[in-house]
């Protein structure tokens, strides 16, 4: 989906992308290429052009205990992270996948509603570079940071660090 | 579930439990009660007193790419190694709550087969010392180890770690 939508704008390099239909595309994207995603009833919720935040409702994503299951909630921090990294890419004109290689999660409080997830890169990194290395490299690393709110209080539920990869899809 | 098993089995303390039912009584208990467990199709493979493997088919667990979603992936070990701690409060005749504090994954290789998530205590662990903590203090800390097999060439896909807290339930 989001091959398609590089391709189709080529001469995009810096301008951020804050139409709704990529966000669309998004979503779609991850519901129809990952079953679990569909499960969750995940949906996009929001981008500003350097965070991503999805959401999903508590009901499918409960655990034994009434609260959010800790694998959703790493699931969608994943998921917010790995896409906000596609939307780059795609800002860019640039067509590589991603792969999540290490992550790091706290998890500090309960959610007993929705889950919302928000991600953006790492406090060391910046998305220019990130891109001049896959052009140049043909790979760039890059580290994420992702939280989820909702605990009662406003307090942080979730605190997640990870690294992922972008490798320039061969034709 | 397990609260009901081990009140069933008040005088069990260090035996290891093998019995068919005891594994079925967990995975109905992770099955009803986490809606994402359902739809991953998880189930029970085996536990040898030491050692509890879950798996999952790879068709509801699939990504965009076709390999096994890092999602799924680490709810599976963070369900077996929650499941393993279960299974030893049970044998323990311990009725508690278990939740998971923090975990680090490595991402190593791709999955393109069934999903095999395989835990144990971490090498450093006891199980007679956390069973005494928790009967001592109300409240025991463990770190847990999981694996993820099944990558070609039989590697190692993900390696989990995790620091998990039980508490005494309160009746």
């Known amino acids: 989906m989001l091959r398609e939508l590089a391709s189709r704008q080529p001469g995009r390099q810096t301008r951020?992308?804050?139409r709704y239909d990529t966000l669309q595309e998004l979503e779609r994207s991850m519901l129809e290429g990952i079953p679990i995603a569909r499960a969750m009833q995940l949906h996009v919720l929001e981008y500003d052009g350097h965070r991503l935040a999805l959401t999903a409702p508590l009901a499918p994503n409960v655990n034994d205990k009434g609260c959010a299951f800790g694998g959703s909630l790493i699931s969608l921090t994943t998921l917010a992270a790995w896409g906000l990294i596609n939307l780059k890419l795609a800002e860019a004109g640039a067509v590589a996948?991603?792969?999540?290689q290490d992550s790091n999660v706290e998890y500090l409080a309960p959610v007993w509603g929705e889950l919302v997830a928000e991600a953006s890169a790492g406090p060391d990194e910046s998305?220019?570079?990130f891109i001049a290395m896959l052009s140049d490299h043909g790979s760039a690393r890059i580290r994420m940071a992702a939280e989820v709110s909702g605990a009662e209080g406003g307090q942080v539920a979730l605190r997640f660090s990870a690294r992922f990869v972008a490798k320039r899809r061969k034709h």
């Open 127 to 129: 998305w220019s570079e």
């Open 97 to 100: 996948d991603v792969y999540v």
């Open 16 to 18: 951020a992308v804050y």
